[in-house]
């Protein structure tokens, strides 16, 4: 029995009474960091070990409200305010520093958060007219260079202060730096229009907290589905938000009802033809709903089809974040079925594919557009797979479950062939195609 889904609801309602009542001291001029702040806050308490506790806590009986009122009362001692905490605008217009900034005044700006995202970005940037000033919040070879319609700058925290408030700075520094610096390149660069990946970092939230009292437009595009809805998908504040397809826009809207959700398309190089028929396992790190238990369970289904159906070529890709240790990549060692694909593109992946597996990747519902069968292993007690696989795929909760399905859908061509039709049916209902994908104005 574990309560991670329900946790995640939880945490929602404290995070947002948390940030309700220090709602002044989210200020920033004429915008908040509520949003910003809730992000930061939700990462830490993930990664800190309160989903654990909260776990161990609820499967003893301790009730939701307790947990609730005791992890409030952890974040408020932690980040409480001061008696001398103040949130003001500063009033200084001075951008002279930023001069150089001015050749690029009335671009597109395109944020991007980490190298793998360049990548990503290029096919929605390079097939188009559009300027683009590309800022990355990363270190690239150079500090400023040009590739085509696109210019990428790279970003540094200021020493000019143009944002006031001490708890921001105090408490949650780097939503306060990232304020300050973006405060001066909007200010700078009065973009035509911003544009943000994925949604669910604080930094795009703090970005398009900034645009949004210039009234600067703000577009986020889809990259994966987190299939669970937790606080960094809730409630974000970017104007317009372009979706893989028709489908999608309702599943982020039940969680986003002031985002102006629009069809644009899978941007993304596909699957034209299957060159094998690997089993691939998706592995991601062991957090959101998964933990080292689940994570395990995922390496065990691996290996056990490995040795049970060595016929089968098993094809492993690990997260981009979050790589296998030497000591569970050597229980791998003498299986000569098995192949490490963490390293090459996801379409070519895919092309060797024909059933993905994994516990909630965002890889399960791409694998629509890829023309594999998805199976699931959800080992979770209070949830499954959003949205439900039904006819396109195969979702168990338990190991030794997903031991007998998945070994019966490697040797049933005819559960195979139903399953491609359940594909063909989804897809163009999920999944929209286009060669060119036209920046969004």
Same mark, same amino acid.
């Given at each position: 029995m574990d309560y991670y889904r329900e946790y995640l609801d939880t945490l929602d309602d404290i995070l947002f009474e948390f940030v309700s009542q220090k709602e002044r001291f989210m200020l920033l001029g004429k915008t908040s960091a509520n949003k910003a702040v809730k992000n930061t806050l939700w990462s830490k308490l993930i990664l800190d070990g309160t989903r654990e506790y909260y776990n161990k806590?609820?499967?003893?009986?301790?009730?939701?409200?307790?947990?609730?009122?005791?992890?409030?009362?952890?974040?408020?001692?932690k980040y409480g305010i001061a008696d001398d905490d103040t949130a003001k605008l500063i009033h200084n217009d001075d951008f002279t520093n930023y001069d150089f900034l001015r050749q690029y005044k009335g671009t597109i700006v395109v944020f991007c958060m980490n190298a793998r995202q360049i990548d990503l970005w290029i096919p929605i940037i390079s097939q188009n007219d559009s300027s683009v000033l590309m800022l990355c919040n990363f270190d690239t070879e150079k500090s400023i260079f040009a590739d085509g319609n696109f210019t990428v700058l790279?970003?540094?925290?200021?020493?000019?202060?143009?944002?006031?408030?001490?708890?921001?700075e105090r408490c949650f520094t780097a939503v306060f730096e990232y304020a300050n610096l973006f405060t001066m390149l909007i *200010?700078?660069?009065?973009?035509?229009?911003?544009?943000?990946?994925?949604?669910?970092?604080?930094?795009?939230? #703090?970005?398009? &907290? @900034?645009?949004?009292?210039?009234?600067?437009e703000t577009v986020c595009y889809q990259q994966g589905w987190p299939s669970v809805m937790h606080t960094r998908f809730r409630d974000m504040g970017y104007d317009r938000f372009i979706t893989?397809?028709?489908?999608?826009?309702?599943?982020?809207?039940?969680? *986003?009802?002031?985002?102006?959700?629009?069809?644009g398309c899978y941007p993304y190089s596909i699957c034209k033809?299957? #060159?094998?028929? &690997? @089993?691939?396992?998706?592995?991601?790190?062991?957090?959101?709903?998964?933990?080292?238990?689940?994570?395990?369970?995922l390496l065990q289904l691996a290996r056990y089809i490995a040795i049970q159906h060595s016929n089968v070529i098993v094809l492993i890709r690990e997260h981009p974040e979050y790589r296998l240790s030497t000591e569970q990549k050597l229980k791998f060692e003498q299986m000569n079925n098995v192949e490490f694909v963490s390293d090459i593109p996801l379409y070519e992946v895919f092309e060797r594919t024909l059933i993905s597996v994994s516990i909630f990747s965002s890889t399960i519902i791409e694998s629509l557009v890829h023309n594999s069968i998805p199976f699931v292993l959800d080992p979770?007690?209070?949830?499954?797979?959003?949205?439900?696989?039904?006819?396109?795929?195969?979702?168990?909760h338990s190991l030794e479950s997903a031991k007998e399905k998945l070994a019966e859908l490697i040797k049933d061509k005819t559960l195979q062939n139903k399953m491609f039709r359940g594909i063909e049916k989804w897809r163009p209902i999920y999944f929209t195609q286009k060669s060119i994908v036209k920046i969004q104005q």
């Open positions: 806590c609820r499967k003893q009986g301790v009730s939701v409200s307790e947990l609730k009122s005791e992890i409030l009362l952890l974040l408020s001692q790279e970003l540094s925290f200021l020493s000019d202060i143009y944002i006031h408030n001490s708890y921001l *200010n700078v660069l009065k973009p035509q229009q911003v544009m943000v990946m994925e949604g669910c970092h604080f930094e795009t939230e #703090i970005l398009a &907290a @900034v645009c949004r009292p210039q009234s600067i893989w397809g028709e489908e999608f826009n309702e599943l982020w809207r039940r969680y *986003n009802p002031a985002v102006k959700f629009e069809t033809c299957k #060159i094998g028929n &690997a @089993v691939t396992f998706f592995l991601q790190a062991p957090i959101i709903i998964s933990d080292d238990d689940y994570f395990d369970q979770t007690t209070d949830g499954c797979y959003y949205p439900l696989v039904d006819d396109w795929g195969v979702e168990v």
